[in-house]
């Protein structure tokens, strides 16, 4: 069986460079064209919702000089791939709050939705300036706003106010570079979803990276609560 919804922790990209004596900078570049690769293995195979980690609300903390590098792969890779996005039939979506980003990401990421909002073969979820307690910080505080009652708060409710609205819960959380945590990353959806960590840095995740992942999801038996027998 394939994901449905495959969500990935692109995590590495300095050390990766590090290991070659490079500059942090190269490992993000490098980072962005795994991505890419990944983009496209996915949408061959016929995974329907992809996300992936792109910055998160901590990653502010970084120096200055490597967030405006983030931002410029951001903002290049959105202006290089609208084309080969389109003809992909692949939608982009952005989790996060987007309104605390510069004006010109804004505005590049804006225009990439709209020239995607019609795109139905998979959708690309980027989580940028994301964080998974504070979306549903959010949620709640719009579940209030709205004047919702308590008895309509239910967890499908919850799934409705949440960055990931109308898509179904991650199905495989995949986290490169040997870090064995989630990072704040889609706290309520990953409820049930099976995990794979690799040592394998961002940079280095290829497509055949990514069949050995998927073969190991096919393997598992999920049980969500029930025995083995059940199954
Ligand atoms: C992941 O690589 C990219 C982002 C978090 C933006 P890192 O930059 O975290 O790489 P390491 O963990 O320092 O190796
Ligand atoms: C998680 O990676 C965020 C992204 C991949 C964008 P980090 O490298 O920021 O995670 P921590 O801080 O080491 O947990
Ligand atoms: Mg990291």
Same mark, same amino acid.
């Given at each position: 069986?394939?994901?449905?919804?495959?969500?990935?922790?692109?995590?590495?990209?300095?050390?990766?460079?590090?290991?070659?004596?490079?500059?942090?900078?190269?490992?993000?570049?490098?980072?962005?064209?795994?991505?890419?690769?990944?983009?496209?293995?996915?949408?061959?195979?016929?995974?329907?919702?992809?996300?992936?980690?792109?910055?998160?609300?901590?990653?502010?903390? +970084?120096?200055?000089? =490597?967030?405006?590098?983030?931002?410029? /792969? $951001?903002?290049?890779?959105?202006?290089? #791939? %609208?084309?080969?996005?389109?003809?992909?039939?692949?939608?982009?979506?952005?989790?996060?709050?987007?309104?605390?980003?510069?004006?010109?990401?804004?505005?590049?990421?804006?225009?990439?939705?709209?020239?995607?909002?019609?795109?139905?073969?998979?959708?690309?979820?980027?989580?940028?300036?994301?964080?998974?307690?504070?979306?549903?910080?959010?949620?709640?505080?719009?579940?209030?706003?709205?004047?919702?009652?308590?008895?309509?708060?239910?967890?499908?409710?919850?799934?409705?106010?949440?960055?990931?609205?109308?898509?179904?819960?991650?199905?495989?959380?995949? +986290?490169?570079?040997? =870090?064995?945590?989630?990072?704040?990353? /889609? $706290?309520?959806?990953?409820?049930?979803? #099976? %995990?794979?960590?690799?040592?394998?840095?961002?940079?280095?995740?290829?497509?055949?990276?990514?069949?050995?992942?998927?073969?190991?999801?096919?393997?598992?038996?999920?049980?969500?609560?029930?025995?083995?027998?059940?199954?």
């Amino acid at each position: 069986m394939l994901p449905r919804h495959l969500a990935v922790i692109m995590d590495g990209n300095g050390r990766w460079a590090k290991a070659r004596g490079l500059k942090r900078s190269e490992g993000h570049k490098a980072g962005t064209q795994a991505a890419k690769n990944i983009v496209t293995r996915c949408r061959e195979l016929g995974i329907e919702h992809l996300t992936l980690y792109t910055f998160s609300k901590e990653n502010w903390a +970084r120096p200055k000089d =490597e967030i405006a590098t983030l931002f410029d /792969l $951001l903002t290049v890779f959105l202006k290089k #791939e %609208l084309t080969s996005l389109r003809e992909q039939d692949i939608r982009l979506k952005i989790l996060g709050e987007l309104s605390e980003f510069p004006f010109g990401v804004k505005q590049v990421v804006a225009h990439t939705i709209k020239k995607t909002e019609d795109c139905k073969s998979m959708t690309l979820n980027l989580a940028l300036n994301y964080s998974g307690r504070d979306e549903l910080v959010r949620a709640c505080r719009k579940m209030v706003a709205e004047g919702i009652s308590e008895d309509r708060i239910t967890e499908e409710t919850m799934s409705d106010y949440l960055y990931t609205a109308g898509q179904p819960d991650p199905d495989l959380i995949i +986290r490169t570079s040997g =870090e064995l945590r989630l990072s704040n990353y /889609l $706290l309520y959806q990953a409820a049930y979803s #099976e %995990l794979y960590f690799t040592d394998v840095y961002w940079p280095d995740f290829t497509p055949e990276e990514l069949d050995k992942a998927l073969a190991e999801y096919a393997r598992r038996q999920r049980r969500f609560g029930k025995t083995g027998d059940q199954i």
